[in-house]
């Protein structure tokens, strides 16, 4: 998406073939974050046609909550425009987020107050989800608290849910080990 388009992001009602390739990049995020035992989700947030911040989900690995795909690209934003002399503020404004799920309710809000205008996502997040699923941290009248920004979703929806089903179905290696014997 050219910048200049992002100025007018309320008249963008579809996901063009440009957004589709973006998130196709995003996915292979996701695998990666699958094949380190993470949950699959993968993100990009590109800034005039370039990937700024790239992320996926590294919960599992640095046993920290709040290492969500959106929150690792955030802190790569952060760490561009330090070294590309730019105020994040502005860079934000003009960043469209390409993401395999919805985001989570903390990451809409985190993405709510950095003003981003537009977020493209693969499928919905049924259990925790800000973009309308659960709450509509994205669109809702919360004064104070950023603005509102837009959704589109549905492209790649169903490798999304594959990607999530597979890894849900399978033993979590993360988890600690029960000491209550399971009944056969």
């Known amino acids: 998406m050219v910048m200049e388009n992002i100025e007018h992001v309320e008249n963008v009602t579809e996901i063009t073939e440009e957004m589709k390739g973006w998130i196709d990049k995003a996915f292979h995020k996701a695998q990666n974050a699958y094949d ?11 800034y005039d046609k370039q990937i700024v911040g790239q992320g996926r989900n590294e919960v599992n690995e640095t046993k920290n909550a709040t290492r969500h795909a959106e929150m690792v690209a955030i802190d790569q934003v952060e760490e561009w425009c330090q070294k590309n002399g730019k105020e994040s503020s502005k860079v934000f404004e003009d960043t469209i987020l390409y993401v395999t799920v919805e985001p989570c309710i903390m990451c809409a809000g985190a993405l709510r107050l950095l003003n981003i205008p ?3 996502y693969g499928c919905k997040n049924e259990r925790f989800g800000g973009c309308g699923s659960v709450l509509n941290i994205a669109g809702d009248d919360i004064p104070n608290y950023g603005s509102p920004f837009k959704c589109l979703a549905g492209y790649q929806a169903e490798n999304a849910v594959e990607m999530l089903k597979t890894f849900y179905k399978q033993e979590n290696p993360n988890a600690p080990r029960s000491k209550v014997r399971k009944k056969e």
């Open 118 to 120: 537009l977020v493209v």
């Open 36 to 46: 380190n035992g993470e949950v699959p989700v993968g993100c990009l947030m590109v």
